[in-house]
């Protein structure tokens, strides 16, 4: 088998919804020649979580395009017009797309762009000084002038958690779930994933023996939302987020958690009421919610495990389960691929790529070779970097960087928000008193 070796401006590596954008976004830029490329043998979204009735947390305006370019044929609402669905589902009245849909949507927008390569695994990524190389799986190599790294995060697995058919992270849950059925079961992680990972036990036919869901959390918190949260994910904000001074950021993304970590209102309600089922109506005493319980030991014991954790008043508790499911987040991590240039890359103290404002990530090789990093920017650019809410402006204003050319209007036109951040939309002048 011979090897090609192809040009291209813009290589993206991944393609989750956040290069997907990007390559919506970029197909239709004159001039411009770029390639995305997946490991996966097709388009797919976290289908360990893909429960039939989990919803978006985001609406779905905020799709591949809509944000900034209304009129692309890769919006959501082409794509319910052209499925011949767009009576039925505005009918429906949904309060929020459900996940299924959206991905379906997804899939959809991948089908249709050939810019978008799959079972094309990046292997390695190299800069000749003037070019990044993409040696490919197959054995092609493909050279570009900018990189889009689009790897996603990684499973978030607590140190020493011996993983296993019996324990391992919820993104697996699906593939997973049948072997619970009459089993003594722990879901480690009070967010969203953890939610859905419970509700599903917690209405099961075969449904577990035992269910404990421990939180390091001090309640189980919902999502923060309405309209004056949501200015939180705007351009406006996202522009007075990064005016802010480093140390402050790490302050405030804590304080915004809960705007885009917390349960969905709907998951937490049905959670509940299948509780007061269990307990009131059955008579059952084999569920317990654990909040405030910070997990720090997970050993084999018996067959199964025995978890030790920490209590609110400082004291141990102790706990035995026959499968423990780690929904404890994700983390970024810089992706393999990029070993052969990883010593040239900034990297932030969680594993993050360090992004400037325009999301490049900061290294030490030639500017018009840029690498830009996607949902790299929690630290940096603030909580709306790992969702939905932005993908397609940054997308946007990704490529008219790459470009050196305003491509999107809406980059321009955008109001500043409904609420007065820094000071100064009064028609008086608010008047700055120094520190
Ligand atoms: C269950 C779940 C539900 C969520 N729901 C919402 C929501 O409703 N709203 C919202 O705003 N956010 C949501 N999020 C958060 C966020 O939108 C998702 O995590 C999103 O998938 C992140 O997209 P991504 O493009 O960064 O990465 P990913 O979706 O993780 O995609 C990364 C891709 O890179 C590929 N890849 C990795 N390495 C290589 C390589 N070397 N070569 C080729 N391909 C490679 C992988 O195969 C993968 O397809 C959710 C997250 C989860 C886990």
Request: hydrophobic share 40%.
């Amino acid at each position: 088998m011979t090897s090609e070796f192809s040009f291209t401006d813009l290589a993206g590596i991944g393609i989750g919804p956040f290069n997907l954008s990007l390559a919506a976004l970029a197909n239709d830029v004159p001039q411009l020649k770029t390639r995305f490329f997946d490991q996966k043998p097709a388009f797919s979204w976290h289908p360990g979580l893909a429960f039939d009735d989990s919803v978006m947390q985001t609406s779905y305006l905020k799709d591949m395009v809509t944000p900034v370019r209304p009129t692309s044929a890769l919006s959501f609402l082409n794509y319910l017009v052209l499925r011949g669905r767009f009576y039925d589902f505005m009918a429906a009245r949904f309060e929020t797309v459900s996940r299924r849909e959206f991905t379906d949507y997804m899939a959809w927008v991948a089908h249709q762009l050939e810019i978008c390569e799959f079972g094309a695994q990046v292997r390695e990524v190299d800069h000749d000084g003037q070019r990044f190389l993409l040696r490919m799986a197959s054995g092609d190599v493909v050279q570009a002038r900018g990189l889009s790294v689009g790897t996603g995060p990684v499973p978030n697995v607590p140190e020493g958690a011996p993983l296993g058919p019996n324990c391992f992270h919820g993104i697996e849950y699906l593939e997973r779930g049948k072997e619970i059925a009459g089993k003594r079961v722990a879901v480690i992680g009070g967010g969203q994933t953890g939610a859905e990972i419970v509700l599903d036990l917690l209405t099961a036919r075969d449904g577990p023996a035992q269910l404990t869901w421990l939180s390091r959390r001090s309640a189980f918190w919902q999502l923060q939302e309405g309209g004056l949260v949501d200015q939180i994910f705007t351009p406006a904000y996202h522009n007075v987020f990064l005016d802010l001074p480093g140390d402050h950021k790490k302050e405030v993304v804590a304080d915004q958690k809960y705007s885009s970590d917390g349960l969905t209102p709907a998951t937490a309600d049905e959670i509940y009421r299948q509780l007061y089922r269990h307990r009131h109506l059955e008579g059952g005493d084999a569920v317990s919610l654990r909040p405030g319980r910070t997990v720090t030991r997970i050993d084999r014991r018996f067959g199964g495990f025995q978890l030790q954790a920490e209590t609110p008043d400082g004291g141990c508790e102790g706990l035995n389960a026959e499968v423990v499911i780690l929904a404890t987040g994700f983390r970024p991590t810089v992706p393999g691929c990029l070993d052969p240039i990883r010593d040239r890359l900034t990297t932030e103290a969680g594993g993050a790529l360090a992004l400037d404002a325009r999301y490049r990530v900061l290294w030490d090789g030639p500017e018009d070779t840029p690498i830009y990093g996607m949902n790299h920017g929690r630290q940096s650019h603030g909580i709306v970097d790992p969702q939905l809410s932005l993908t397609a402006w940054r997308s946007a204003s990704i490529l008219e960087d790459f470009t050196g050319r305003p491509l999107f209007d809406a980059l321009r036109t955008g109001s500043d928000g409904l609420v007065d951040w820094a000071g100064g939309q009064m028609a008086e002048e608010s008047v700055r008193i120094p520190a």
